[in-house]
């Protein structure tokens, strides 16, 4: 039996487990999809074309279906469909769906197997870009099938209220609040049967967390109606006042009893405590503090605080005598009822991280290994961060039975931030929530959900530790920028106007990761955006020095994507930022980081070799001051290696892109700082130390080009190892549809496609297959000619050198490698490290030497 489920994530399973291969090619997966929502009904062929084909004539759209039911019968088994005139379905007997199930479950009244088998939203994350007909059509079945999964949830946690059944009630209204995170009818019913079950601190967290949710995500303020909640749930938190012992009774007869007092009014904030509220104006994730409410004396009438009325005098004075100690008790009830408001709970670091033990919401508590586990794997994930101070598993342990409410164990933990999680199990698949937690907020800062099959559970355990561990460090990061930058200026204008520019710079970074290379542009007009919030910030606070660092790494950010004759302007642009920000701050490191990395990109333009030689020199003082002021600094870091690397200082360069990693706590240029390693390893003979980097940039980046680019690179440089010339041709092809010839050149790195052709010509040459090296070298010629980009005949003298002597050629060889350095004599000394190449230019002074990577020099990143 073929199991297949489209409910989430598309998955095919046969009796062997999930499969991979032929049939699940996206055209044919979209084609098992519309045959699962027929529900065992026939589908006519013309009405497949017309949803995946639509863009073909009809014979080829016609041959397009018979070939990818003829791979799916070899793949899925011959019984898989049934095959009438015209007509194609899926056979009972041989295929099972979830779609068909959950639907049967709903028609039979099995809501809650119904709920059990809605994974996530229709083909989740499932996307066909040249088939618009069947887009739409997902999106309808998304949404139909949506609707019926909501209506399922809402119905069982009705009926589970109707039964009495407050923590049954709470479960599925969480289940519907994870599924339409934005309906605040949602977020308040579930309050209510968190407080119904006796959860009123999980009730409360659950309102400033969707409030916090509303206002980041809509940027609207929650309805009054769950402010009204809240308060409610406040006051019903705070205990009623204890009455004073009994007095001790004497010998003597005891005097008359004392008319009691009125009670104190047990519906406010406890005493001395700060009420919170959220406030339509916090920023999301935050919470405006009301005034202190000051302490209530223990009875009496008047207003909070004030001391009880006096008795009478003269019996005042019978107590004093009877009762010593009474005077010293109303001593102590005035002194209360006299102090100074108590201040507002401390916000510590949110650097300072506890992760509290996640639950195990599997049936029969069959996970808890996992659980557990999975907790203290992220304890020590996030503990080798430099930058984070996390509690220990023995700190976080006397919690972890959930007794005390978060907020009373983040004060005793004296942390800023807390990890909460939680597992369950969904068939043969395991699934993890997160939540990352202000601490003195209570407000959610990041939620996430990890589904991953079961297997080997320690492989299993560290792959999710090393997964949330990523996304909660650059949760973090965020965080810690934004309360820096609110520490650092006055003016809530500059503020906003560079909390603005951050989210244009990160839209842009997206843009720039595209494929199509009409972003490329897109992403250029989004810096120049960025710039612009960033100069009216300036204008705003000229005393603040921060738009102007962010201004410059903007202008560098520029430079990457424009042609190389382009660069130097924008790139002298961030140096003259820098040196305003200096003039009035010598000593500041983030500025001497900024005009170190645009000294390095500036040198690597340099053709005179003494003044390449000079920006050199002034751009690692630079660095080495600004690490030696904050060695935080992991850009400066990062630079500095990359720098080492250009002037052959292999072992520094590595020892500098170590302490970048190690200070990039939040994961911020993570990409380039593991590239720097990859490079010094590389360039240091480290093939094995450069594998890993290189593995764990694919891991931590998956997607991204510049990881398979180095596997790439790798080949060629590891003469260690046999010539694999069949895999870097693989790789070249993957390269091609990564990072498309044509979005490249859109992106400034014209060159990157005939850099990889070479490398790879480069191993075909080892592995003894010289005619296609010979060839590949032509093609490059023609390629570089042809790119516009003057830059492109510079690198390719040192990828042709490289085969050239490969094949023996010395005099081409030598020949080719003395134009590179004369168009890049910065780059010597890190040549003459090249074992293959050091014979050519030894002694000659006009050498230089090669790029690693296919892509534009710049900073971080090895030149080419």
Excluded at 196 to 209: D, F, K, T
Excluded at 519 to 544: E, I, K, M, N, Y
Aim: charged residues 25%.
């Amino acid at each position: 039996m073929i199991r297949i489920e489209m409910l989430g994530d598309p998955l095919l399973s046969g009796p062997g487990g999930p499969m991979r291969g032929r049939a699940t090619y996206k055209r044919r997966l979209a084609l098992l999809s519309v045959l699962a929502a027929a529900r065992g009904r026939p589908v006519g062929r013309e009405r497949l074309m017309a949803l995946l084909w639509s863009e073909l004539p009809a014979d080829s759209a016609r041959h397009s279906l018979s070939e990818a039911l003829y791979v799916l019968r070899k793949e899925l088994g011959d019984g898989v469909f049934v095959l009438l005139a015209g007509e194609v379905g899926l056979s009972p007997g041989h295929a099972w769906t979830d779609v068909d199930e959950f639907e049967r479950a709903l028609d039979e009244g099995r809501a809650a197997e119904a709920a059990r088998l809605y994974r996530g939203p229709f083909m989740y994350g499932f996307h066909v870009s040249d088939a618009p007909e069947y887009e739409r059509w997902v999106d309808g079945e998304r949404d139909r099938l949506a609707r019926l999964y909501a209506r399922a949830v809402q119905g069982l946690a009705e009926a589970a209220e109707a039964a009495g059944e407050p923590v049954e009630a709470a479960e599925w209204w969480r289940q519907l609040a994870a599924h339409d995170p934005y309906s605040s009818r949602v977020a308040l019913r579930l309050a209510r049967a968190l407080r119904a079950a006796g959860e009123g601190a999980a009730a409360l967290r659950h309102v400033n967390a969707h409030a916090a949710f509303l206002r980041e995500e809509l940027g609207v303020a929650p309805d009054a109606e769950l402010l009204e909640f809240a308060a409610a749930v406040r006051a019903e938190a705070v205990p009623a006042p204890v009455p004073p012992p009994p007095l001790p009774r004497h010998s003597a007869a005891a005097p008359a009893p004392e008319p009691p007092g009125e009670a104190a009014d047990p519906a406010g904030p406890a005493a001395g405590v700060p009420e919170r509220v959220p406030h339509a104006g916090s920023p999301p994730g935050h919470e405006a503090s009301a005034a202190p409410v000051p302490a209530r004396s223990s009875g009496g009438t008047g207003p909070p605080g004030a001391a009880a009325p006096p008795s009478p005098p003269a019996r005042g004075r019978r107590r004093a005598r009877a009762y010593p100690w009474a005077a010293l008790l109303l001593a102590v009830a005035l002194l209360l009822a006299l102090r100074p408001p108590a201040a507002a709970p401390p916000r510590y670091d949110p650097r300072r991280v506890a992760v509290m033990y996640f639950e195990d919401n599997s049936p029969a508590g069959e996970l808890g290994y996992l659980a557990r586990g999975l907790t203290e794997m992220l304890i020590h994930e996030l503990g080798q961060v430099d930058g984070l101070e996390v509690v220990s598993r023995n700190g976080v342990k006397p919690y972890r039975d959930g007794r005390l409410p978060l907020d009373s164990v983040a004060a005793r933990l004296r942390v800023g931030s807390m990890v909460e999680g939680s597992v369950q199990r969904a068939g043969d698949r395991v699934q993890v929530a997160v939540h990352l937690v202000d601490a003195s907020t209570l407000a959610e800062l990041e939620s996430r959900v990890i589904v991953r099959d079961m297997g080997d559970v320690i492989a299993l355990q560290g792959a999710l530790a090393r997964e949330v561990s990523r996304s909660l460090r650059r949760r973090l990061g965020r965080e810690v920028r934004l309360r820096e930058a609110g520490a650092e200026t006055r003016s809530a204008d500059a503020l906003r106007l560079v909390l603005r520019a951050g989210e244009v710079r990160d839209d842009a970074a997206d843009v720039a990761r595209s494929r199509d290379p009409a972003d490329a542009a897109g992403a250029r007009v989004l810096l120049a955006r960025a710039d612009s919030l960033l100069a009216a910030a300036q204008a705003a606070d000229p005393h603040w020095s921060r738009p102007a660092v962010l201004r410059g790494w903007v202008a560098i950010a520029a430079a990457e994507m424009l042609d190389q004759p382009a660069r130097p302007d924008r790139l002298r642009t961030a140096e003259a930022l820098a040196n305003r920000v200096l003039q009035r701050d010598p000593g500041r490191p983030e500025a001497l980081e900024l005009r170190g990395a645009a000294r390095w990109s500036l040198a690597l333009r340099r053709t005179e070799p003494g003044a390449a030689d000079r920006d050199l020199k002034e751009a690692e003082r630079d660095l080495r001051a600004a690490v030696a002021a904050d060695s935080s600094r992991a850009e400066a870091w990062a630079v500095l290696s990359s720098l080492l690397l250009a002037r052959g200082r292999f072992a520094e360069a590595g020892v500098a892109a170590r302490h970048a990693l190690r200070a990039d706590a939040f994961l911020a240029d993570a990409d380039r700082m593991l590239l720097g390693l990859f490079f010094g390893a590389l360039r240091g003979a480290d093939y094995r130390l450069a594998g890993e980097v290189c593995a764990q940039g694919a891991g931590l980046f998956p997607g991204d080009w510049r990881f398979v680019e180095c596997r790439l690179t790798l080949l060629r440089a590891d003469a260690s190892r046999a010539p694999e010339a069949a895999l870097a041709w693989r790789l070249v092809a993957d390269l091609e549809q990564l990072d498309p010839p044509a979005r490249a050149a859109a992106d400034g790195r014209a060159y990157a496609p005939i850099y990889r052709r070479m490398v790879a010509a480069a191993v075909s040459a080892r592995a003894g297959d010289t005619a296609r090296a010979r060839l590949e070298v032509q093609r490059g010629r023609t390629g570089a000619a042809a790119s516009g980009d003057p830059q492109s005949p510079v690198a390719l003298a040192y990828d042709e050198a490289y085969v050239l002597a490969l094949l023996g050629d010395r005099a081409g060889a030598r020949a080719r490698i003395r134009e590179y350095l004369v168009a890049r004599p910065a780059l010597r000394p890190m040549v003459l490290r090249v074992p293959l190449l050091r014979g050519l230019v030894s002694g000659d002074a006009a050498a230089g030497t090669p790029a690693g990577s296919g892509s534009a020099p710049g900073p971080g990143a090895p030149a080419r």
